[in-house]
């Protein structure tokens, strides 16, 4: 059984930055794509960023180009999301993702939601204007 867990969520202004991470169990990190994906009330769960399975590629919403980065780190079985410049339409719970299929399986670095069938519980980012 895979859990991910987030953290390093807050309330913060606009302009300010913070790094989410995702904490995941499981001996198979390395062999799947990542990615964080945000839900605001009332709104669809949301692409944010993605990385493949050795970090060599990265995607992101054009929302957050520029401003946000994502990285992983296989030894720590962990991947972060860098979120700079921070707007108030950024407020949502942000939720990490393991892929559901593994790199050798797949024909595309894991873009949508129905690509993912591992989630986080969520952590809340609210930024005041």
């Known amino acids: 059984q895979v859990q991910l867990v987030e953290s390093g969520g807050g309330l913060v202004q606009a302009g300010d930055s913070l790094r989410l991470s995702c904490a995941a169990s499981?001996?198979?990190?390395?062999?799947?794509?990542m990615g964080w994906f945000r839900q605001a009330p009332g709104k669809e769960r949301e692409f944010v960023a993605a990385?493949?399975?050795?970090?060599?590629?990265?995607y992101y919403a054009d929302s957050v180009k520029g401003r946000f980065t994502i990285s992983r780190d296989n030894t720590r079985n962990a991947v972060y999301l860098q979120m700079n410049s921070l707007k108030p339409e950024d407020t949502a719970v942000y939720y990490c993702?393991?892929?559901?299929?593994?790199?050798?399986?797949?024909?595309?670095?894991?873009?949508?939601?129905?690509?993912?069938?591992?989630w986080g519980q969520g952590t809340q980012v609210t930024v005041s204007s």
């Open positions: 993702g393991r892929a559901r299929d593994a790199y050798y399986t797949r024909s595309r670095v894991s873009l949508f939601v129905d690509d993912y069938d591992y």
């Open positions: 499981g001996r198979t990190f390395s062999i799947y794509d």
């Open positions: 990385i493949s399975w050795s970090g060599g590629s990265t």
